[in-house]
């Protein structure tokens, strides 16, 4: 396959990309800052999610494209001193599926995660009460306006949603379904997100469907 990777310099987009590369296949590393991304295999395609002409070149002759951009909670903001645009992954997608359209690409991926959308109910009460509420409350409201922009879409999607990421090793060891119950303990490894997004496409699988991951 011949894909675009939107957010190939975060942890779970690097190891897709490579992944992708071990497989086979040919990335695009669709990114705001192609002198951050250290593997020299990949293609590099310098755009912003939020400029929709540029990810009309960008994605021109793709066979798909994932959707792996990082959040935009309010630790992550403080610690590294950034700054995201509250509607990044909303307002992104808009731009992306518009650009899909306009070059005739049909097979998406977005990584979203757990607690958004219908699963907020199902989080352990120190998630649901206390970690969303004042750390990932803007960002789960985003993330859940992006899923229902990707469903009304006419593309061939797929939403994927992964508890705690970890940078553990991967495992193969998958779980995946909706609705999943969810713990405290509910986590999975990026190796495992990666492995799981790139088998979604290579099979062909879960199209139109939300799908929930854990280890």
Same mark, same amino acid.
């Given at each position: 396959?011949? #894909?675009?990777?939107?957010? !190939?310099?975060? *942890?779970?987009?690097?190891?897709?990309?490579?992944?992708?590369?071990?497989?086979?296949? &040919?990335?695009?590393?669709?990114?705001?800052?192609?002198?951050?991304?250290?593997?020299?295999?990949?293609? #590099?395609?310098?755009?912003?999610?939020?400029?929709?002409?540029?990810?009309? @070149?960008?994605?021109?002759?793709?066979?798909?494209?994932?959707? !792996?951009?990082?959040?935009?909670?309010?630790?992550?903001? *403080?610690?590294? @001193?950034?700054?995201? $645009?509250?509607?990044?992954?909303?307002?992104?997608?808009?731009?992306?599926?518009?650009?899909?359209?306009?070059?005739?690409?049909?097979?998406?991926?977005?990584?979203?995660?757990? @607690?958004?959308?219908?699963?907020?109910?199902?989080?352990?009460?120190?998630?649901?009460?206390?970690?969303?509420?004042?750390?990932?409350?803007?960002?789960?409201?985003?993330?859940?306006?992006?899923?229902?922009?990707?469903? $009304?879409? $006419?593309?061939?999607? &797929?939403?994927?949603?992964?508890?705690?990421?970890?940078?553990?090793?991967?495992?193969?060891?998958?779980?995946?379904?909706?609705?999943?119950?969810?713990? &405290?303990?509910?986590?999975?490894?990026?190796?495992?997100? !990666?492995?799981?997004?790139?088998?979604?496409?290579?099979?062909? &699988?879960?199209?139109?469907?939300?799908?929930?991951?854990?280890?």
């Amino acid at each position: 396959m011949n #894909l675009a990777v939107l957010g !190939a310099t975060g *942890a779970t987009g690097r190891l897709l990309c490579d992944q992708a590369l071990a497989a086979g296949h &040919t990335v695009a590393a669709v990114v705001r800052r192609p002198e951050a991304v250290g593997n020299r295999r990949l293609q #590099l395609v310098k755009a912003d999610v939020l400029d929709p002409q540029a990810l009309e @070149g960008a994605i021109l002759g793709r066979d798909a494209v994932v959707w !792996a951009v990082g959040g935009h909670d309010r630790l992550r903001a *403080a610690v590294r @001193g950034e700054h995201r $645009a509250s509607d990044l992954n909303s307002r992104g997608t808009r731009n992306v599926l518009h650009a899909m359209t306009t070059e005739g690409v049909d097979r998406l991926i977005v990584i979203s995660s757990w @607690g958004v959308g219908d699963s907020a109910p199902r989080l352990p009460f120190l998630f649901r009460r206390i970690v969303v509420p004042l750390l990932l409350r803007d960002e789960f409201a985003d993330k859940a306006r992006q899923e229902d922009v990707v469903r $009304a879409s $006419a593309l061939r999607w &797929t939403v994927v949603r992964p508890t705690r990421l970890t940078d553990g090793p991967r495992t193969d060891r998958v779980r995946a379904g909706h609705p999943l119950p969810f713990t &405290t303990r509910s986590h999975i490894a990026r190796a495992d997100v !990666a492995a799981f997004v790139l088998r979604t496409l290579e099979q062909d &699988t879960h199209v139109h469907e939300t799908v929930e991951i854990t280890n």
